[in-house]
């Protein structure tokens, strides 16, 4: 076995052992097309004997670059996160980069142990979906030129681009679309009322009943974890008693999955409008209306913003906002028991 | 704005300027807890106005690890492919590695390419979910001390650790379950015929039927791209016609998505069981029976094989089956019409 630290064969040697020209080897290491296969056999047994491996470090030390990019997420798992990830890999593999990706779980602590963990490794910039509240910590990196994009939610304390969805916006037009169909006492479950989303959600939830001239009763919002049980203890609240809510919108794709297994069969539940779309949303019994953003949008603009910065785009911060859709499918669209 | 070619401070100039130690400085730039606010932003305030960044490069040069590894996947925006990334993620973090994904898109080409170029990037080591049919141009990377672990699909062409899900095990426990519930003539949709999974689904669909002494006609058995179009056109074929199929086995996630849309309504279409679970498969009408994968075990599996291989583990290449689990919930369990 070659050690990784001996004298290492260089293209040339393999090359000179294969009888063949040096664009032929690159072309062979590369994995370009254009070489027989019996050549890339004859050079790739050149390669082995050799123990030859390409080695970019070298030439993208010499550019101050290491074409790699970072993207800092909530939770890779998530669907969301994942089509957004999708979307940065595939701008940034037209630009000739590679990505790292990490998931936070939502820790502040991690997410910047991360964020500085990638800065340490020189990668060229950074996508960031924050957990934190304060990201003065990346001023030394963006001060020494690594740009960093934020995405899903601004950042605070330092003044950077931000790729955002039409939150308050997409609430608006979801709790609207339930007003529309006779609701009165809507509830709101939403995630921690700190993660910016959640807050500009309930924002959109709050002027819609306002631009409606309904009160809001304050016990019709529930923010909070989205695990199970907490939604699961939310929804009772929200939904028995004297005077339960007819309708509900639950603000994110967790709790409103958490929120179809927990309450009562289809006939015997509130109306229901989730934001975000889910895979089989549309097969269900009734079929979800939802509020969907479009995540491959976020990490494209993400992204682009990114190799804009990378290209020496020196432009004031940006925010984008990408906008949300309502897709009415039946679940929100019954009007309320009529005797309440 | 610090130039990112100039001379570079060094922490003991960043513990010089702010009047404290060493380790302090070193707390915060690594993330690291025990120091106060207001020390914390002593150290901060030095470190932007030097212009300090952290840089592992030269320490791990001088490892001669990168502490990075990378994870090529099919696409990770696919459920199962992110809940593996998360997995893999995780094992990594407690190595204190990072981890570079890329989807293949489950083209051979640029699986080699995205390989190579996380290679040429010195990765410590490559976790694939195999794309091509031949990965001997890999055999210089593992030859200099690079291992590679497969993952849901084994390696051509070099011996490697494969980490793979009991995919004729779970076809053949799917399929004895729909025999058992009196079905007999049982249509097969499947993925490209070349690609391993679907390979041993298949052989374990014919286990099943063998098993049961049942024959197999091989006009129930469809094969081909997971495309919407080709599904439907297979299911069309598979459910009509004089002697329809009375059951359905939809080999993976995409498949039986893509069923699940073009299906008739419950109650005129056979009985359906899908390879893969589906996020919200149990509050679909009826609810979804599945062979459930473990992508988060597989993940796990992948990761552990890949880092004891990094701390020396020479034993010979090891293949590791994850078993899958039958989940019964109604959609696979109605007889067969009785009159067919």
């Not at 009888?19 to 070489?35: A, D, Q, Y």
């Not at 009772?236 to 994110?252: D, I, M, Q, S």
């Not at 494209?300 to 911060?317: C, N, Q, S, V, Y």
Request: neutral net charge; glycine residues 8%; contains cysteine.
């Amino acid at each position: 076995m070659t050690s990784r630290h001996g004298s290492r064969p260089t293209m040339n040697d393999v090359a000179a052992a294969a009888g063949v020209g040096l664009k032929t080897v690159s072309r062979v290491v590369n994995g370009e097309s254009g070489v027989s296969p019996a050549m890339a056999a004859r050079v790739n047994a050149a390669i082995a004997e050799l123990g030859f491996r390409r080695n970019d470090s070298a030439r993208l030390l010499r550019t101050g670059r290491t074409a790699s990019i970072a993207l800092l997420l909530e939770d890779i798992a998530d669907p969301f996160s994942s089509a957004l990830t999708r979307a940065v890999e595939d701008v940034a593999a037209a630009e000739g980069c590679l990505v790292f990706t990490g998931s936070s779980g939502e820790h502040p602590l991690r997410e910047r142990e991360l964020a500085l963990a990638f800065c340490a490794r020189r990668v060229d910039g950074l996508v960031v979906v924050p957990a934190g509240d304060d990201h003065s910590y990346l001023l030394p990196e963006t001060a020494s030129g690594t740009p960093v994009v934020f995405l899903d939610r601004p950042a605070t304390g330092i003044a950077a681009d931000a790729i955002l969805s039409d939150n308050a916006g997409g609430a608006r037009a979801g709790v609207s679309h339930l007003i529309r169909h006779g609701h009165r006492r809507i509830g709101f479950v939403g995630d921690l009322p700190q993660i910016h989303t959640s807050a500009e959600r309930l924002r959109g939830y709050r002027e819609a009943m306002a631009a409606a001239g309904l009160p809001v009763d304050e016990r019709w919002i529930a923010c909070g974890p989205t695990d199970r049980a907490r939604v699961g203890e939310a929804l009772t609240r929200l939904t028995t008693g004297p005077e339960p809510v007819t309708a509900l919108f639950t603000a994110n794709n967790r709790i409103t999955v958490a929120a179809l297994h927990q309450l009562p069969r289809p006939g015997e539940r509130p109306a229901l409008l989730g934001f975000d779309d889910l895979e089989l949303a549309d097969l269900l019994t009734p079929a979800l209306t939802v509020v969907a953003q479009d995540p491959a949008a976020l990490g494209t603009a993400a992204a682009r913003t990114l190799f804009e910065r990378l290209a020496g785009d020196r432009t004031p911060p940006r925010r984008i906002v990408i906008p949300t859709r309502l897709i009415a499918r039946g679940s929100a669209e019954s009007p309320p028991p009529a005797r309440r």
